[in-house]
């Protein structure tokens, strides 16, 4: 019953039917954490769903409207659709914020988120029927979108004027090019220097005159013709390349040639 009684009371802080004061989860005064906890109830109403839808159904079909059954439900899908388009507008805001911010705030804004998801934190407890009622009856401080469009302008504007002022910092200023120096004047020309004198030529050696060369030698005289082999006995020798005779020697013809024959004693 405790998570019950929390529930109902945080819903109906949100419709001002009681002090928000009396609630342990209502929004934070500031802009940036007011749109964060807007963004945690809505998500947890369009969470909700499918959970309750069964039971809306039931109640409008129980009691109908003067537009019926079908105008009535038809409009929850309308709702959950508008929702869905909430909540981008307040994660734009958030996120524009949390990039202008010269702090971190990203934490707190998740704690503020958390908080306003907490309105809802009793629903699995609750009855279905009441559940479903308080579902249907609930919506979002009407605030919501405007202070989140707000937040998303001025936080742009911030990020603008911060990006600017890192520019100046950064961008150095121009300074007037060195003058330059005068050239020193040129150095004296030195005093002419007599020209070293030109090398005598040296006199050309006589070369010595080309000698004829010599006339190629005869041509070398025929070979002779080869003795005929030894048969018979006989030791031919040739008289032009004698060789030892172990006996006489005698001339002769062998062959058309003057040999000589070696009789041994």
Known sequence: MAN??????????????????????????????YVAWCYGALGGYASLYDQVMPEVTRIEKA????????????????????????????????????KASPRPISEYGGAQVKRGAAIWQGAASVDKARLAQMWMSWSPPGDCEKRA????????????????????????????????????????AAADTPKPEAPKPRPEVAKPAPTASAPASAKAAAPAKKL???????????????????????????????????KPD
């Open 63 to 98: 009691f109908p409207g003067p537009d019926g059954v079908q105008a009535a439900l038809k409009t929850y899908p309308e709702m959950r659709a508008q929702a869905q388009k909430d909540l981008k507008t307040f994660s734009t805001a958030i996120t524009a914020a949390e």
């Open 228 to 262: 005929p082999l030894i048969g018979g006995g006989e030791i031919i020798v040739d008289p032009v390349n004698p060789v030892p005779c172990a006996g006489s020697l005698l001339p002769a013809k062998r062959g058309g040639r003057d040999v000589l024959i070696c």
């Open 149 to 188: 469009k707000a937040l998303e302008m001025k936080s742009s504007i911030l990020g603008r004027a911060l990006n600017y002022n890192a520019g100046s910092a950064t961008t150095p200023t121009p300074t007037a090019p060195p003058q330059a120096k005068p050239s020193a004047p040129p150095p004296a």
């Open 4 to 33: 019950a009684l929390l529930l109902a009371l945080a819903l109906l802080a949100q419709d001002g039917q009681v002090s928000a004061s009396t609630s342990p989860n209502a929004p934070p005064t500031d802009e940036y954490g």
